[in-house]
């Protein structure tokens, strides 16, 4: 069955290139059949048209030469006289298809190529371009577009599908692509295409997708007012081995170190090699170690003036700062309960003040850290550590962070060198992901800032409303992104 599967999908195939040599040999025949006008046009639905899912036939579940029906939006295989593409033409009297590959229009069972301008709206919605121009003033407007289901909508502030448990990744997605550098590097294929990467390497599938999302989540041209990251989400479950799934919640943190790893390896990025990932968020610290000697030892005090518990200091790069919360209160009273427990984020940020001591156990040793900032990227990533895990169960820190919307500065966690160098240290938030609910079951939202208007939105899935700056801290944020106020983010669409 297979082998005779194997035989027809290759016959498709054929038949139709086949016929397009025969087409090239007939010379200006073809022209004439090609200009042919299609009566057929007007029963076009675009309605149901939707390119967001894997691009395959519904019934061989090939990817092999892949047709969209224009009229029910479904995908068939092949376009010869046994394809069922030919076969779901003249059974239900469908007659305009896309082939989804070479954006070709064809009218069946006629088996004509349709050339038409009027169908450049459904090409341009299956693979969305953006020139350097429209890139450069992406940023400095805020029209509203209205889809063909008649929404109005914001490019980029556009709600992604929860397919069925991938909000984790869904807020990371929307995150980064509200990164001017990021966002405006993968709009344009050409800065990632001509990458070469080893034969059998999957992890270009990630850069490729998550090119593809950028485009149609900044697409102004769009059917409709929101996208589903089906593909790229399958991209993710594929190059991650499985370990973030769509159908199981997974943490937005994890998901975030890894697609940055992935994303920063798959572009040819190494620790030394930089990419438009590194580019954009890396920056330095300095690490002082300290071994402390095991509780149980008699002669501490000797070990003590011994060099291998003499403070040890190294140099780091980080992709994004963690920052701890204090513990929060374990008894509570009956009036105590509705207190939620509050820290300033000036606070939490000591941690990289070069003074303040944090003990780290490893199985065998003890170690106390400090930690000061030697250089700091164009964006700062903070992520709060709301979650302890252990064998048994996770917890969750449910305490608010208080901290403003613009003008943190940061020089005072640099070294003296550093304070020197870097001209400019204060950042103004961008993004701002939060986690509501219990550790494993609970859901995620964020708030994104547009460039364009200055105002602030919220989306949880589907769901994009407007927000007030000051409702963004009441909220139990996890995951911030934060923007250097001199960063120039026309300057970065390449690498």
């Known amino acids: 069955v297979m082998v005779s599967l194997k035989r027809e999908r290759e016959a498709e195939v054929d038949e139709d290139d086949s016929e397009e040599r025969a087409k090239i040999g007939r010379g200006r025949v073809v022209e004439d059949r090609r200009s042919r006008h299609c009566p057929y046009l007007d029963t076009i639905n675009r309605s149901v048209l939707d390119f967001d899912f894997e691009k395959l036939c519904s019934i061989s579940l090939s990817h092999i030469n892949v047709y969209a029906c224009l009229?029910?939006?479904?995908?068939?295989?092949?376009?010869?006289?046994k394809s069922?593409?030919?076969?779901?033409?003249?059974?239900?009297?469908?007659?305009?298809?896309?082939?989804?590959?070479?954006l070709k229009f064809y009218c069946l069972p006629d088996n004509y190529e349709i050339i038409d301008s009027s169908l450049e709206d459904i090409t341009y919605v299956l693979k969305p371009t953006f020139t350097k121009q429209h890139i450069a003033g992406l940023d400095k407007q805020g029209k509203l577009y209205r889809a063909y289901?008649?929404?109005?909508?914001?490019?980029?502030?556009?709600?992604?599908?929860?397919i069925k448990a991938n909000d984790y990744a869904n807020v990371v997605l929307q995150a980064f692509s509200n990164v001017p550098p990021l966002r405006n590097y993968f709009l344009e294929e050409e800065n990632y295409k001509g990458i070469r990467r080893p034969p059998g390497d999957i992890m270009f599938l990630l850069v490729q997708r998550f090119g593809e999302l950028m485009r149609k989540l900044w697409n102004p041209r769009n059917f409709k007012a929101h996208v589903s990251p089906h593909e790229m989400l399958q991209a993710v479950v594929l190059c991650s081995k499985k370990n973030f799934q769509i159908t199981k919640q997974g943490d937005a943190v994890d998901f975030m170190t890894w697609f940055l790893n992935a994303l920063h390896g798959a572009l040819g990025g190494t620790k030394k090699k930089t990419s438009i990932i590194t580019k954009a968020f890396q920056?330095?610290?300095?690490?002082?170690?300290?071994?402390?000697?095991?509780?149980?030892?008699?002669k501490k005090e000797a070990l003590l003036v011994t060099e291998e518990y003499q403070e040890q200091m190294s140099e780091s790069t980080f992709l994004f700062l963690t920052l701890d919360l204090p513990t929060a209160p374990l008894y509570k009273d009956e009036k105590e309960q509705l207190i939620i427990p509050q820290v300033p984020l000036f606070n939490i940020l000591g941690k990289f003040n070069g003074n303040t001591e944090k003990e780290y156990k490893t199985y065998k040793e003890n170690f106390l850290k400090r930690f000061q900032l030697t250089k700091l990227p164009p964006y700062l990533i903070f992520c709060i550590k709301r979650f302890t895990k252990n064998n048994f169960f996770v917890e969750k820190n449910?305490?608010?962070?208080?901290?403003?919307?613009?003008?943190?500065d940061l020089r005072e966690y640099l070294t003296e060198e550093a304070q020197v160098t870097e001209k400019n240290t204060t950042y103004d938030l961008v993004a701002n992901v939060v986690h509501d609910g219990k550790p494993t079951e609970g859901a995620y939202r964020i708030h994104v800032l547009h460039h364009g208007t200055?105002?602030?939105?919220?989306?949880?899935?589907?769901?994009v409303t407007d927000i007030l700056p000051q409702m963004i801290t009441l909220s139990e944020a996890y995951i911030q992104i934060w923007k250097r106020q001199e960063s120039d983010t026309n300057n970065h669409t390449g690498v």
Not at 398 to 408: A, E, S
Not at 454 to 463: I, V
Request: with cysteine; hydrophobic share 35%; net charge positive.
């Open 71 to 81: 009229i029910c939006g479904k995908y068939f295989q092949g376009r010869g006289l």
């Open 84 to 102: 069922h593409a030919y076969t779901h033409s003249v059974q239900f009297t469908h007659h305009v298809f896309l082939n989804l590959h070479t």
């Open 149 to 162: 289901d008649g929404t109005t909508y914001l490019p980029g502030i556009v709600g992604l599908n929860n």
């Open 283 to 298: 920056g330095s610290m300095r690490i002082f170690s300290k071994k402390l000697p095991h509780p149980d030892l008699v």
């Open 398 to 408: 449910p305490t608010i962070v208080n901290f403003p919307i613009t003008n943190v």
């Open 454 to 463: 200055g105002k602030w939105y919220e989306m949880q899935d589907l769901q």
